[in-house]
Every structure is written in structure tokens, then in C-alpha cells.
């Protein structure tokens, strides 16, 4: 549990605002088709999944509308508890392959959606580390992160 608490420091750390924003735009657009792509393929796998795939997709598109596309800022990619170097010093955040530019937004969503994953599988419970997710939300906030952050979460 240590190394899930140091991940979630070192990535509620918002990126310096001047790293050189590199790499190509990933828009709020990309992110909804990919969503559509994985929703088909799980209401194709299993139907008994569909309405609920099909209304998170349907909360995604309208949480969509209130983002601001322009706002952009460096980008991670694939946030989660496997892409950090935990050390005496300072933690470091790396990627080699998925760095980018896009929303504030995403980076966070998909570390908060990581630590549930983690949650379900190493506690049973997809809940088992929302006290965490809320933790790493606020000291991402406090560390000088996005504002709009939190208006973003829909589920």
C-alpha cells in the first residue's frame, strides 16, 4: 500500500507549466471514439453489459460538452501506479511512448480510474480506495492543478 500512496503523490503533482508541450493533441473527440470503439466490443462480448456501457458512454458525451477543447496542457498518457520511479529523492512520473498533449482533465481521470482497478483487484472493491482517489483529487488541487478538475468528474 506504501507504493500506491507515493504513486499517488507523485502524479497529483500537476506538471510543471513550463514543460514544453510536445507530442500529438489528444482531443476530447479521440478520447469518445475510443470509448464508442470499447463500448461495442463489450456490448458485443456480453449484452447483459450493455445499458450500462451505453449510459456511462451517454454520461461521458454530456460531461464532454462542458470541457473547454482549447485548454491544453503536456500530458502523460497513461497515468497509473506502474509509470513511476519512487525514490529517496524526487519521485519521478516517465513514459516512453504515450506523452502528449491534451485536457487536464484526462491524465487525472485515468489515475483515478487506475487506483479502482487497483481497488477491485487487490481489495475486492472498485470503492476500496476512494478515500485515496479523493486524497490525490485535493492534493493535485492544492499542488496548483486545473481548476476545473473536479467539475469534470461524471461518475
Given at each position: 500500500m506504501c507504493?500506491?500512496?507515493?504513486?499517488?503523490?507523485?502524479?497529483?503533482r500537476?506538471?510543471?507549466?513550463?514543460a514544453p508541450?510536445?507530442g500529438?493533441?489528444?482531443?476530447?473527440e479521440?478520447?469518445?471514439?475510443?470509448?464508442?470503439?470499447?463500448?461495442?466490443l463489450?456490448c458485443?462480448?456480453?449484452?447483459?453489459?450493455a445499458m450500462?456501457?451505453?449510459?456511462?458512454?451517454?454520461?461521458?458525451?454530456?460531461s464532454?460538452?462542458?470541457?473547454?477543447?482549447?485548454?491544453?496542457?503536456?500530458?502523460?498518457?497513461?497515468?497509473?501506479?506502474?509509470?513511476?520511479?519512487?525514490?529517496?529523492g524526487p519521485?519521478v512520473?516517465l513514459?516512453w511512448d504515450?506523452?502528449?498533449?491534451a485536457?487536464?482533465?484526462?491524465?487525472?481521470?485515468?489515475?483515478?480510474?487506475s487506483?479502482?482497478?487497483?481497488?477491485k483487484?487487490?481489495?475486492?472493491s472498485?470503492?476500496?480506495?476512494?478515500s485515496?482517489?479523493?486524497?490525490f483529487?485535493?492534493?493535485?488541487?492544492?499542488?496548483g492543478g486545473?481548476?476545473h478538475v473536479?467539475?469534470?468528474?461524471?461518475?
Amino acid at each position: 500500500m506504501c507504493q500506491v500512496c507515493g504513486a499517488m503523490w507523485a502524479m497529483a503533482r500537476p506538471l510543471p507549466k513550463a514543460a514544453p508541450p510536445s507530442g500529438r493533441t489528444s482531443g476530447v473527440e479521440r478520447f469518445l471514439n475510443s470509448a464508442e470503439r470499447k463500448c461495442r466490443l463489450i456490448c458485443e462480448a456480453d449484452r447483459g453489459w450493455a445499458m450500462q456501457c451505453e449510459d456511462l458512454l451517454e454520461r461521458l458525451r454530456n460531461s464532454a460538452v462542458s470541457l473547454d477543447a482549447g485548454l491544453t496542457c503536456a500530458g502523460h498518457g497513461d497515468s497509473c501506479e506502474h509509470q513511476i520511479v519512487l525514490t529517496k529523492g524526487p519521485t519521478v512520473v516517465l513514459d516512453w511512448d504515450l506523452y502528449d498533449i491534451a485536457h487536464p482533465t484526462r491524465d487525472v481521470a485515468k489515475f483515478i480510474v487506475s487506483l479502482e482497478r487497483l481497488a477491485k483487484q487487490c481489495l475486492g472493491s472498485v470503492r476500496a480506495l476512494d478515500s485515496a482517489a479523493e486524497l490525490f483529487l485535493k492534493t493535485y488541487l492544492d499542488s496548483g492543478g486545473h481548476p476545473h478538475v473536479p467539475a469534470a468528474r461524471c461518475c
